[in-house]
């Protein structure tokens, strides 16, 4: 179909997000601990998580570490925008690093989201390696249930 005003083709529109029962229950996991930490505050506000993009995954799978006691720290590779300089500056992590770090049971967990096409670069892989090699673990997830599978295997 063609949009009158530039003649160009149409955009179809996303399929709409069917928001999967794991996630579901990440929510009511998280709502049940808010109302433990503030048994006094009569309206805790429902904290909603989605699996669509790869920014909500991983905070889905941050916030379940943590829920379940386990130590989850995100890592930002991205580097900071200098303004007066007009670009980026590199951050001091290094590159391949995972977008997550975590320790569950005593073991290091290194956790990559990679959502929709997305795939490990050269550099990821290599760090996925020496991860591997030095003991530690290397996760891949695509969604939210792809990460609790994984996890599952690691208890």
Not at 93 to 112: L, Q, Y
Not at 113 to 130: A, I, N, S, T
């Amino acid at each position: 179909m063609l949009n009158l005003y530039t003649g160009k083709p149409k955009k179809q529109p996303k399929p709409r997000y069917n928001k999967p029962e794991s996630v579901k229950e990440l929510e009511c996991l998280n709502h049940k601990r808010k109302i433990e930490m503030y048994p006094n505050f009569p309206y805790p506000v429902k904290t909603t998580f989605r699996d669509d993009s790869a920014n909500g995954l991983t905070k889905c799978i941050t916030r379940w570490l943590e829920l379940n006691g386990y130590f989850a720290g995100r890592v930002n590779t991205t580097g900071t925008y200098n303004q007066k300089l007009g670009k980026f500056i590199h951050s001091c992590s290094r590159k391949g690093m995972a977008d997550i770090t975590a320790v569950i049971n005593g073991k290091h967990v290194s956790i990559e989201v990679k959502y929709g096409k997305d795939r490990l670069r050269c550099e990821q892989m290599k760090v996925k390696h020496e991860i591997e090699q030095a003991g530690g673990i290397y996760i891949v997830a695509s969604s939210f249930d792809n990460f609790l599978e994984q996890i599952k295997q690691i208890k």
